[in-house]
Each structure stands twice: as C-alpha cells, then as structure tokens.
C-alpha cells in the first residue's frame, strides 16, 4: 500500500511540475522586469528549448530507476515489441484522419489552433520546431501524460482515458479561440489513447516514446515536404 501511495504522489509530483513549468515559464522574465515582446524570435525559442530539456532530466531523474528498467527490458525485446505495437501507430493514425475528415465536412477549412501554431512557427524555424516536436516531446509527454497517469491510476480504462483525454485537452486549450475549437480535443485524444494503451500492454515507457517519435516524425516529414514543394 505504502509502495503504491508512493507511486501516486510521484505522478501527480511529476504532473503539477509540468502544468507549473508551461503555464510559468516566462516568470523568470516577469521577475526581471524583462520585456518579452522586445526579444527575438529565435532567443524565444532557445530559451523554450531549455526549458524543455531541463523538465525532461528533471522527470527522468525522478524516474531513473523504472526508466533504467525499461532500457534493460528494450534492448532485450525491441524486436518484440517492433513488431507488436507498430501496427497501433497506423490505427492513431487512421482514426486521425477520419476524425479530422469529419470535422472538416462539418466545418470546412477550418484548422486546430495548435497545428496552425506548429506550421507557422516550422515556417519561420524549422530546425527549433523540429527539435521541439520531433526530439524533445515524445520523451517529455510520455513521460507526463502516459508514465504519471500509469503510476496515478492502476485501472488500466481509467487510465487510458483520462490519459489520452488529457493529452488532446492539453493540445487544443491553450490555443482554441472558438468554442468549435475544442472538437479537435477528439483527433488530438486518439493517439494518446492508443500510447496509453500500448504502455498498459508493454508495461515499457519506450513503445510509446517510440511511437510517438515516428507519430511527430513522419508529420514533421510532410511538413517540411510541403513547404518545399508548395
């Protein structure tokens, strides 16, 4: 019991460090009297990098035990696990599309602030952009939204739910301007739903990691196929 109240109290821990490092990191400016909108672009972006990074040693620290576990069992049955799971990343992505073709029949031409967010700034830094969603994200929102909720709730439905619904609530909040906007929590759900299937089966943090790298690779492949060719 005591093992389990501990697991619990990390995930949360781990959970209310990442929502107070979002929400709070342009405090350290507001501190310094420091005004945002006179710094560049791209020394913005920097800094949001940092951040980013820093959360992730910090989470693994706190992690470093299972996640040393995980890689022992990883480079045992990569193989296993390759071959097992990869099918699931096509079904997050098939039921993407078909969410998303729904949304756009109901409302033609309309986009998730968040994707408009991602393909602006892509346009502007690619290589920031890139890092950001293709490197740094899969290991930070797996590490929040799949390994915390796991240790926060041991009914694997619970856990697959409110896993995968915060994960698209995350995604769609801070960017949505119209009520319509927060309809694309569903597309955006779909894929944490199935990383948090897939960990509940793998028991390995890395599955999802690994789907969710090839998940915002593949993307950020189009996109960048796109931008050159349009």
């Not at 209310?16 to 501190?31: A, D, E, M, N, T």
């Amino acid at each position: 019991m005591k093992e389990n109240n501990k697991k619990t109290l990390t995930g949360i821990g781990v959970f209310l460090l990442y929502f107070f490092v979002s929400q709070f990191q342009g405090l350290p400016f507001w501190i310094l009297n420091i005004d945002t909108a006179a710094i560049p672009e791209v020394l913005k972006a920097i800094y949001v990098c940092a951040v980013q990074i820093l959360l992730v040693i910090s989470i693994i620290y706190i992690y470093r035990q299972d996640i040393k576990n995980n890689l022992e069992d990883l480079k045992k049955n990569h193989q296993t696990y390759f071959k097992k799971y990869l099918k699931y990343w096509f079904l997050a992505l098939g039921l993407m599309m078909v969410a998303n073709s729904i949304i756009l029949i109901s409302e033609p031409n309309s986009i998730a602030g968040n994707e408009e967010a991602v393909r602006e700034m892509f346009n502007s830094m690619p290589i920031y952009t890139f890092i950001s969603a293709v490197i740094i994200a899969p290991f930070l929102e797996e590490l929040v939204f799949r390994k915390s909720f796991r240790d926060m709730f041991s009914n694997n439905l619970l856990f697959i739910i409110l896993s995968g619904l915060t994960f698209g609530a995350f995604h769609v909040i801070g960017s949505f301007e119209t009520l319509f906007d927060l309809i694309y929590i569903i597309p955006y759900s779909i894929p944490g739903f199935v990383f948090a299937y897939t960990l509940s089966k793998s028991k390995n943090i890395f599955v999802p990691i690994g789907l969710h790298f090839l998940h915002n690779g593949i993307l950020m492949a189009l996109q960048t196929f796109l931008m050159l060719f349009s």
